[in-house]
C-alpha cells in the first residue's frame, strides 16, 4: 500500500538545481552529491490536489556528510552548559510564536488539516521547548549517591548521545519533532532530524529559522527524504527516537540493533475508550467525537474503538450519530470547519478498505462511510456499529475518522475487549463513580489511560508518554527521564583519603 501511494504522491525524476538540504554550511562533498541523480517529493496539497513543492531526498553521502559536521560541533555545544543552550532554544521558541501564522499556513497547504487541528502545533511546540529550557538544568544535575565506603565519593554524570537522529511522521509536521528535539538539545546532543517525505515543509522552515534566522550553533539540520533517507539516520547516529508505524518501527529497531545504539520508538495504537452505564453520556460522546476526530482521526492516541455497557448503548450511539453528523468538514479557507482533510490517498485507501470489510461482514454504517466527491481527500465521520473482533476496523490501526461501537454485557467483557489487540498505547474509561474507574483503568494494557478524559496524558510532560505491546519501547517526556534517555550515564569514583594501599590490594595481607 506504501508503495502505491508512493506512487501518487511522489514522482521521482532527475533534478539538477536540487536544493540542498537547509544548510548553508554544506561541505563541498554535500553539495557535489545533489548534482547526481537524485529522488524527490512532490508536496501536494491534500485539500485540492495542488502541487505545492518539490523537494529532493538527501542521499546517504549527504547524510553522512551533515552528520559528520554536526558531530563536530556538538563538543562545542555540549561546553556552552545548560545555561546558553537554554538560551539558543529561549530563542528559537519566540522565533516558533513570532512565526506562528506563516507556520500554520505551511502545515495546513502540506497536510490538509483544519484551521483548528492545525493552530496549536507552533505554540505547543514552543511550550515543549520551555519545559526543557525551564528544567534541564535540575535534570541533569550530576547526582551524588551515598557511598558505601566512607573513603570514596561518588558521582553519576548524566553525558549525552553526541548525534542524535529524529524520525517523525506526517500527521504533526512540527509538532512531532518537536516533542523530542528540544530535549535532545538541551542534553547537549547534535541532531539530525528526518520528518515524513509527505509533510516536510513546515520542519525544513523551522529547522531554517534556527540556522538561518537565529544564526543557532551548527547542531541541529534537517534531511528531508523518504525510507533511504531514513535508514541513512539510522546508520550514522548514536541513538535514535523514531515515530511512525509498527512496520517502520521494526525495521528501525533492528537495524539499532545490529549497530547496538539506543533506540525509543513512538509507534501506532488502538485506543480503547470503555463506557459504564452510569457514565454521563453526554460528555462521553462529545469526548468520543473529538478522540476520533481530531485531525481526522490521524492522532496515535484518537479514539479507535467504543465498547458500550448495555444500559448505555442505544443512548450514547444516538448521542454520538447526531455529534458526528453536526461536524462541519472542508478546507476552511472560506468557512468555518471542525475537520480538513486526510493527509494522504494512502491513508483514505485504508480507511476505505476497513469500512468496506466491516460492512461486508455485517457493520452498519449510521453516518459517513464513504469520502466525499471532489478535489481534495476528504473522508466524513463514520459511526459503525454492529462490529466485531473478527474485523479488521476493530484490530489494526484506521488512523482516520471511524469510530466502531460495540455493545457489551459489563465492564469485565469491555476490558477483555480493550486488551484483544496487539496495541496498548492509550485508552479511557468513563463513569460517574471514580473509584470503580480508576480500579477498571488498572486492568487495561496500554501506556496511558483517562478516567472520565480523553487523549489527555500525552500532553502532561511530567507523565512519561509511550505505549505498551506494538505500540512502543521507551518513552517520551516523564520529567527527567524524558532528557535522561538522551544521555549516557558515567559514574565517577574519586577518594577522600589515600593510604599507601588498600586493605584488598597486593600484597594480600
Ligand atoms: P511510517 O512508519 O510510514 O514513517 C515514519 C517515518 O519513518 C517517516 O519519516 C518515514 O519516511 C520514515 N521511514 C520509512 N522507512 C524507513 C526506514 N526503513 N528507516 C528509517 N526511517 C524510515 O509512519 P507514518 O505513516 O509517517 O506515520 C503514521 C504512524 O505514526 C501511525 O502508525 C501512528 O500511530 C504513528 N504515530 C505514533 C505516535 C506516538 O507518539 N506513538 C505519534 C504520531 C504518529
Redesign the pocket.
Known amino acids: 500500500m ?1 508503495h502505491t501511494h508512493l506512487k501518487l504522491r511522489i514522482a521521482v525524476g532527475r533534478l539538477c538545481a536540487a536544493e540542498p538540504c537547509a544548510t548553508e554550511g554544506d561541505s563541498m562533498t554535500a553539495r557535489d552529491s545533489l548534482t547526481a541523480t537524485v529522488a524527490s517529493s512532490v508536496i501536494q496539497s491534500p485539500s485540492d490536489g495542488r502541487e505545492l513543492a518539490r523537494v529532493p531526498d538527501t542521499s546517504r553521502a549527504d547524510v553522512e556528510a551533515i552528520a559528520a559536521r554536526l558531530r563536530a560541533a556538538q563538543p562545542k555545544w555540549l561546553a556552552l552548559g545548560v545555561e546558553s543552550r537554554a538560551q539558543w532554544l529561549r530563542r528559537w521558541s519566540q522565533w516558533l510564536v513570532e512565526h506562528n501564522d506563516e507556520l500554520v499556513t505551511l502545515i495546513r497547504a502540506e497536510t490538509g488539516k483544519a484551521p483548528g487541528d492545525a493552530a496549536g502545533e507552533p505554540t505547543y511546540g514552543a511550550s515543549v521547548a520551555d519545559y526543557w529550557i525551564e528544567n534541564a538544568g535540575a535534570f541533569l544535575e550530576p547526582g551524588r549517591p551515598e557511598s558505601t565506603n566512607p573513603t570514596q565519593s561518588l558521582e553519576i554524570q548524566h553525558c549525552p548521545h553526541p548525534l542524535v537522529g529524529v ?6 509536521p512540527l509538532s ?1 519533532p518537536m ?1 523530542d528535539i528540544p530535549a535532545a538539545l538541551m542534553a547537549g546532543c547534535a541532531v539530525i532530524s ?5 509533510t516536510p515543509l513546515t520542519w525544513r522552515e523551522v529547522v531554517r529559522g534556527w540556522r538561518e534566522d537565529l544564526g543557532a550553533p551548527d547542531v541541529l539540520d534537517c534531511v528531508p ?7 541513512a ?2 546508520d550514522v547516529v548514536d541513538m535514535i527516537q ?8 521494526r ?2 529497531a533492528s ?1 539499532a540493533g545490529e549497530r547496538l545504539i539506543p533506540c525509543s520508538l ?4 488502538k485506543d480503547p475508550m470503555i463506557v459504564l452505564a452510569d457514565a454521563d453520556l453526554e460528555r462521553a460522546s462529545n469526548a468520543a467525537i473529538w478522540g476520533a476526530c481530531f485531525n481526522v482521526g490521524q ?3 484518537c479514539v479507535e474503538r467504543i465498547y458500550v455497557e448495555s444500559a448505555a448503548y442505544d443512548e450514547f450511539v444516538r448521542l454520538l450519530t447526531e455529534k458526528a453528523t453536526q461536524l462541519r468538514q472542508g478546507s476552511g479557507d472560506t468557512e468555518p470547519v471542525d475537520i480538513g482533510a486526510m493527509s494522504s490517498e494512502e ?1 483514505i485507501q485504508i480507511v476505505e478498505r476497513q469500512v468496506e470489510d466491516a460492512v461486508r461482514a455485517g457493520a452498519r454504517v449510521l453516518t459517513g462511510g464513504q469520502r466525499l466527491p471532489g478535489p481534495g481527500l476528504y473522508y466524513p465521520p463514520t459511526v459503525l456499529v454492529d462490529v466485531d473482533h473478527t474485523m479488521d476496523v476493530m484490530r489494526e ?1 484506521t ?1 482516520g475518522p471511524v469510530i466502531p461501537v460495540m455493545r457489551v454485557v459489563d465492564a469485565a467483557e469491555a476490558v477483555l475487549l480493550a486488551n484483544d489487540s496487539d496495541y496498548g ?1 492509550c485508552g479511557s474509561v468513563w463513569t460517574r463513580d471514580r473509584t470503580r474507574g480508576l480500579a477498571i483503568a488498572d486492568l487495561v494494557e496500554v501506556g496511558g489511560i483517562c478516567v472520565n478524559d480523553v487523549c489527555s496524558t ?1 500532553f502532561q510532560l511530567s507523565l512519561p ?3 505498551w505491546k506494538n ?2 519501547v521507551g518513552s ?1 517526556f516523564g520529567g527527567e527521564s524524558g532528557i535522561k534517555k538522551y544521555t549516557r550515564p558515567r559514574v565517577v569514583l574519586s577518594t577522600t583519603d589515600e593510604p599507601v594501599k588498600e586493605p584488598h590490594w597486593y600484597p594480600v595481607g
Do not use: H, Y
Not at 523514531?242 to 518501527?249: H, I, N, P, W
Not at 513512538?266 to 495504537?269: A, D, P, S, T, V
Open positions: 506504501r524520525i517523525s511522521p506526517w500527521n504533526g512531532m516533542l528526518k520528518p515524513s517525505d509527505l527524504g523518504g525510507g533511504e533517507t531514513g535508514a539516520v539510522v523514531f515515530t511512525g508505524s509498527v512496520r517502520t518501527g525495521i528501525v537495524r513512538e509507534l501506532g495504537g492522532g496515535c492516541s491513508q490501526e488512523f498505547l500525552n508518554s509511550g505505549g505500540s512502543g517520551r
